[in-house]
Each structure stands twice: as structure tokens, then as C-alpha cells.
């Protein structure tokens, strides 16, 4: 998702949750995903390329990196920069893969599509549903990445199941994009809570307050 609506979710799910120092770094380090060197071969951190395993992989060692930062004591920027990487990847993962269409399609016509917060973003069936994919990176598209002014040139010869042809990172690309943002929001929420429930245990409330307003 482009940078703006990444910041927006963030502010929106946590901004009432954590200080305002938290929510800045967390904010820098989720849009930092997004720099050129974190485009290219690095795929679980958007998910795309169906790098779903690599992703989930990639978000857990991030929890772990927060619980280690609390567990010894050290500067919890460092785990709020953990946190913001993962909700960057958690945000992506409906962005970037077809999970928001399966779910429009359970309602095969039948009744009217729910609005946008009716998006149930943690579907198991839909999670490891045979048909879910993600935008593939293919040779040459980021091109029009780093050089937009061709992309009249190169997007027309990419495939179907490109990234470029897939995402939903702006409004433009169509009437699901609501749906991915809500899903995204839902999904964020869900992450800090599950993290809560993982610090609270292992470390008790005062390490989670130190997470929380540092």
C-alpha cells in the first residue's frame, strides 16, 4: 500500500493505544519497508511472490526481536521498530494478494456484498484456501517503480498475476481497495493484541507498559 494509507491505519488502530513516540517509530519503520532495497528480493516482506510462509516467518521473528528487546532490558525503540516492520508485511498481505477477493466471492451474487468493516480479516478457510495468491515481482516491473514514466510501455506487457496488475495499494485499483484497507486495520489490531497476550505472559504488565509508552 502506498505510504499514506499505511501511515493512516496505523494512527487509526494504535494511535489511541501507545505514546506518541511509539506510534512515530513504529510509523518510520513500517514505511521504511517500502524504500528500494527492501523492494527487491525481499518479497516476505510484502508477501507478494506467494511468499506466505516466508512472511509469516518474517512477522514471528519480529515478535521475537520485541520480546528479546523487553526481556533484557534493552532501548524498546528497537522493539517498536520490530513492530512496525511486522504490521507493514500484516497490512501488505491484503494489498498485495487476492485474500479480499476470495472473500467477495463466498457471496457468489446470492446477497448484497457487507460493507468494507464486514470483512472478517482472519478467515482460516480463506487462509490457506487452494486458490489464494499473491502479486508475483517479475523481471523488469520495477522499472516502472523507479522510472513511473514508462509505465505505459511496461505494464501492458506484464501478466495477470503481477504485482503491479494484482495490488490494491491505492483507491485507483478498484472497489475492493476499502475491503483490504478494513481487513489491514483488523489485522493490526489483532497483532498488537496477540503481542500483548505473548509480553503479558512471558514478562508481565510493566514490560508491556514499557512497550506500550516506553
Known sequence: MEIIYHTEMLTKTLGARISPAALKTMIAANLKQDRLLALVGHDEYHFDSNAFEAGYAYMEAQRQIVQRVLRNGADVIAAWQ???????????????SNYVYLWRDQFNGTEA??????VIALDEVLLTHPKLHSGKVYFGEALIY?????????????????????????????????????????????????????????????????????
Not at 520490530?82 to 498485495?96: K, M, N, P, S
Open 146 to 214: 523507479v522510472l513511473p514514466f514508462l509505465t505505459p510501455w511496461v505494464f501492458p506487457g506484464l501478466p495477470e498475476d503481477s504485482h503491479a496488475k494484482m495490488n490494491l495499494d491505492y483507491p485507483e485499483r478498484g472497489e475492493m481497495f476499502p475491503y483490504a484497507i478494513a481487513a489491514a486495520e483488523q489485522r493490526t489490531i489483532y497483532e498488537f493484541d496477540l503481542l500483548a497476550e505473548r509480553i503479558i505472559t512471558e514478562l508481565g504488565e510493566a514490560a508491556w507498559e514499557r512497550f506500550v509508552n516506553g
Open 113 to 118: 456484498l457487507p460493507a468494507p468493516s464486514g
Open 82 to 96: 520490530a513492530f512496525g516492520r511486522l504490521t507493514h508485511a500484516a497490512q501488505d498481505f491484503y494489498a498485495h
